[in-house]
């Protein structure tokens, strides 16, 4: 074999090669020394060796040469390319036809295909700029003013639009073959604008900007394999047509479903839409726009930013057979959206949109009920008890402030919850929401640790509950720590993390990056110490209980010592507790368990620190019986009162009488 042949060859021999056609060599087609090489025939010229007719033509190839229209012009049988002037059977571009839908009854629109077929009598390729924009002309003035079109129903809107849809898309790739090389834009005065880019073979990418949107999109996703001529995208804005198509029903592709679904799994209700973009329609001069080799990437700027229970869609308009058409979104998923502008990538081509999909979740109605219920008696209970440890002069100590400050908390805790836990209309109230409630929770977990370590203290002296040393500690301990320290954790995770404060179904954490962990992970380690104060406490109270002798008053003492201790563990921590194993099989009962001991949170320190105390009943006692005594005294004076009153009148008549006597 001869190695040293050059390409474009065809071997003879071992000391001879043979030029592969179209090639050739200045030695002749046969050479034999491997200084000679095979050169490319330019068939094209200058001077041309090949011809390729009227309306048409040469473009050189390597090793060949191929014919093709001159802009304005195309095959008969639509090829993009001929070989010679035998197979030249170019003709002029002729605009398309484009029947109006059948059974629509539209003077409106009858004028509008009236005007089309005119343009399509006066068509020429020379004049082909001015048709396309006399055309986005009336396409422009028939969306704007659509008169009668607003009559029809939404199925027929639909239909129209539709029409309109693909009547243009065909239209404009149709006509775009007979435009010279570059980029183009045609407007109307109604807001309809179209971006047309003619562009010869090449490798570089095409962007094309139309309003608020950009199309970005690679030469091989424009061009047919196999086709060298000129290649036409075009980006085409109809901001009417939104009016036709905003009601559209919204079909989701199977993956997009799956993942709503899980997200509110067993509660998802409804879901509506808005359209946040124009409806821009796409389209090249590649013929089979549906399975494109690369994705289309679009960029919308929108002005509403989705909020709470929203989702943004990137969406086309698919038709059916029937004429009328759906929003879906198989082949299109969003990249991203970040404020008002949103990513999406596609892998055809059609009219595409931006919609903001509104969810309706449905609520467990019993869980509802209860929680209102037992949160309104809650609220109600612990104004009692902020009242009587307020006004109670005989309990009065370190104990009963820590009370206080615990009531007052879960007070605005849960008044704040019942109220506003589902505002999520406002996104900035609905993340102040949140956070108000992140840090009354956390301040309650935490007067909840000084409660169980109070206890503690209190239990290691087993004197009174006042003990001085113990007094003296928690007063200079117990505002820091009880305030300070929720505070710090809600300032860290608002000034890190802002935007996750707020959910779309509820004002409250976002689980996003484990941010729901600034609340669980100090209620946890709350939990757990209060839970080592208990037992050690329960265990310093045995020994204490085995040692006593029959001194009533101390057995009584250490009894509700023990009793306040369990009453803690069960109020503070296991509700919460329930909480946090709402997961698995048993999510639904621990939902259910937690909701009602939770909601009645504020029943139990009613009843545990206010009704069961002693001291607290005598005061009740005092307070009721005064107020039985100034009733008593209000409605004895009020019938001296009558009673001295009628005597007066009874006197007044007998001196009336006995003076008529006298006359």
């Known amino acids: 074999c001869a190695l040293w042949c050059p390409p474009g060859y065809t071997y003879i021999n071992s000391t001879a090669c043979h030029c592969s056609p179209g090639f050739t060599s200045l030695s002749g087609e046969i050479i034999t020394s491997p200084l000679d090489s095979c050169e490319d025939i330019s068939e094209c010229g200058p001077p041309a060796t090949v011809s390729c007719g009227n309306n048409a033509d040469c473009q050189n190839t390597e090793g060949g040469y191929h014919c093709t229209c001159i802009p304005g012009y195309e095959l008969a049988s639509g ?16 605009f398309p036809t484009w029947m109006p839908p059948p059974g629509i009854k539209s003077q409106r629109l009858s004028c509008f295909f009236h005007r089309l077929q005119h343009l399509r009598g006066n068509f020429s390729s020379a004049s082909v700029q001015s048709t396309i924009q006399d055309l986005i002309q009336e396409v422009g003035d028939l969306l704007e003013g659509p008169q009668d079109l607003e009559n029809l129903s939404q199925s027929e809107k639909q239909y129209v639009a539709t029409n309109l849809l693909l009547g243009l898309e065909k239209a404009l790739r149709w006509l775009g073959k007979a435009l010279p090389i570059g980029a183009m834009t045609f407007s109307s005065s109604a807001g309809t604008k179209l971006s047309l880019k003619v562009q010869e073979q090449g490798y570089e990418n095409i962007t094309l900007i139309q309003n ?9 996703t424009v061009h047919e394999s196999g086709d060298s001529g000129p290649a036409v995208a075009g980006l085409l804005s109809t901001p009417g047509m939104g009016k036709f198509l905003a009601k559209a029903p919204l079909v989701l592709d199977t993956v997009e479903q799956a993942a709503l679904n899980e997200t509110h799994k067993g509660v998802l209700q409804e879901i509506y839409h808005d359209l946040l973009s124009e409806v821009i329609s796409a389209f090249i001069s590649n013929k089979d726009p549906q399975n494109l080799r690369h994705p289309v990437t679009f960029i919308f700027q929108h002005s509403v930013i989705p909020g709470p229970r929203e989702k943004v869609f990137c969406v086309f308009w698919e038709h059916g057979q029937n004429g009328s058409g759906h929003w879906a979104t198989s082949g299109c998923r969003m990249v991203g959206t970040k404020d008002n502008s949103t990513i999406c990538q596609c892998t055809h081509l059609s009219s ?20 209102y219920v037992g949160l309104s008696l809650s609220l109600l209970c612990l104004l009692l008890a902020v009242l009587t440890f307020l006004f109670c002069k005989a309990i009065h100590n370190t104990s009963t402030s820590l009370h206080l400050q615990l009531s007052i908390c879960l007070f605005l805790a849960h008044l704040l919850f019942l109220t506003a836990i589902d505002r999520t209309e406002v996104k900035v109230l609905c993340s102040i929401i949140a956070g108000a409630l992140h840090y009354l929770y956390l301040a309650s977990f935490t007067w909840m640790l000084l409660e169980g370590l109070h206890l503690f203290l209190t239990a290691r002296n087993l004197m009174v509950v006042n003990y001085s040393s113990v007094n003296k500690f928690m007063k200079k301990l117990m505002f820091p720590v009880g305030y300070g320290v929720p505070a710090v954790i809600v300032t860290i995770s608002a000034a890190s993390q802002p935007y996750l404060y707020g959910t779309p179904t509820s004002c409250w954490l976002n689980s996003k990056k484990g941010f729901k962990w600034s609340f ?17 406490t329960l265990w310093m109270l045995k020994s204490k209980l085995s040692s006593l002798n029959s001194d009533v008053s101390t057995l009584q003492n250490t009894r509700m010592l023990t009793f306040k201790a369990t009453a803690q563990l069960f109020i503070l921590g296991c509700t919460w507790c329930l909480g946090i194993l709402q997961v698995g099989p048993a999510a639904h009962v621990m939902a259910y368990l937690f909701t009602i001991i939770n909601s009645l949170q504020g029943v139990f320190i009613f009843l545990v620190y206010c009704l069961l105390n002693q001291q607290v009943r005598k005061q009740y006692g005092e307070w009721f019986k005064g107020i039985y005594i100034t009733k008593s005294r209000s409605e004895k004076y009020t019938l001296s009162s009558k009673t001295e009153s009628d005597a007066c009148k009874y006197s007044a008549v007998r001196s009336h009488i006995a003076d008529t006597e006298c006359n």
């Open 79 to 94: 090829e993009p390319t001929f070989r010679n002037e035998s197979e030249n059977t170019c003709q002029e571009v002729s």
């Open 212 to 220: 608020q949107t950009k199309m970005l999109l690679t030469w091989d």
């Open 352 to 371: 595409f949109a931006i919609l903001m999909a509104h969810y309706e979740v449905q609520k467990d109605s019993a869980l509802t009920v209860i929680s």
């Open 520 to 536: 669980l992970g100090p209620v946890c380690s709350i939990f757990l110490v209060n839970l080592v104060f208990f037992l050690v």
